[in-house]
């Protein structure tokens, strides 16, 4: 493989015809995903991301630039990039009047199995997430959180290595979100399977994700591990509490002046000093009032999120939609069996 990566996308570029108009839905995009990595792909509504997802998925041909998965080109190679890849769309894939076994033994022998090993694959990954019970109902019966691990469960009947996972936990309760996570960290430790994710809940990326690229226009505008992204575009925040307004106008005066003081506002009486690391900046900034008798009634610490990431980025919040940007090509139908050709 190139680099001992799975996934490398170089210079995705993907036009849409509108009319007379032509729509720049991903404009330069370029990232790559070591085997048996979880990186989360993010940004708006908009911003690119579902569109360079067909692409890495080979259900979209770029208009410029490469795609690799696995070791083999998206261009040349669609057949056997499809062998290697698991998608998991956001609908759900299994239809509601066959019995959940079948439809993984279907879908084995959609991507070759003979029939036997068909049936061994669907009982093994029914157990590999926990869903082995569950082998004789119908998909229409089954729970939310079920419905989703019933639909990993036939992203991964073809022994994939690598496992697209979009937006797979929308819609679940937080007991069923942090049981279908488990049951992915499970599969991961035990079978090495690298995965891109993309969601709109952001602590789920910070939690689960060992890298972050963020889209938006277009472009990568960030790529790196969450708390690099949180401590170099985000910060920490210091707030403290003067004991009248005029204290507090004052405490902003001497905050500004700190070395690596990046943003200082007040209201009313409390001021927040934005900083890169408020651990060390915080008894700095209270000896230095104190030297000027200046009396703080309350300090703290605020840790930024991703979702200050995204402020300082974008300049709107993750669930706020970009339209202008949005792809106009229609999205693919969830496990539908991506192709088992070489062609």
Known sequence: MDGEQMIRAEGLRRTFKAGRETIEAVRDVTFGVAAGELLALLGPNGAGKSTTLRMLTTLLPPTAGSVRIAGFDAAREPGRV??????????????????????????????????KKARRRADEVLDILGIGDL?????????GGQRRRADIALGLVHSPGVLFLDEPTTGLDPHSRAALWEQIQLLRREHGITVLLTTHYLDEADRVAERIVIVD?????????????KAELAGDRMHITASDTGAARAAAGLAGRMPG??????????????????????????RLLDRASLTVTRAGVQRPSLDD????????RLEESGEAYAATAPAPTAHEPIGTSHA
């Open 82 to 115: 499809r062998e290697s890849i698991g998608y998991v769309g956001q609908k759900n894939a299994a239809g509601e009047n066959h019995r959940l076994r079948d439809e993984l033994v279907t879908q084995g022998r959609c991507y070759g199995l003979s029939t």
């Open 261 to 286: 003081a990046v943003e200082v506002t007040t209201e009313g009486r409390t001021v927040t000093v934005r900083v890169a690391d408020a651990d060390a900046a915080l008894p700095a900034y209270l």
């Open 135 to 143: 082998a004789a109902r119908t998909p229409g019966t089954l729970s």
């Open 309 to 316: 990431v995204f402020i300082n980025l974008t300049g709107r």
């Open 217 to 229: 226009r277009g472009r990568v505008i960030a790529d790196g591990t969450a708390d690099a992204l």
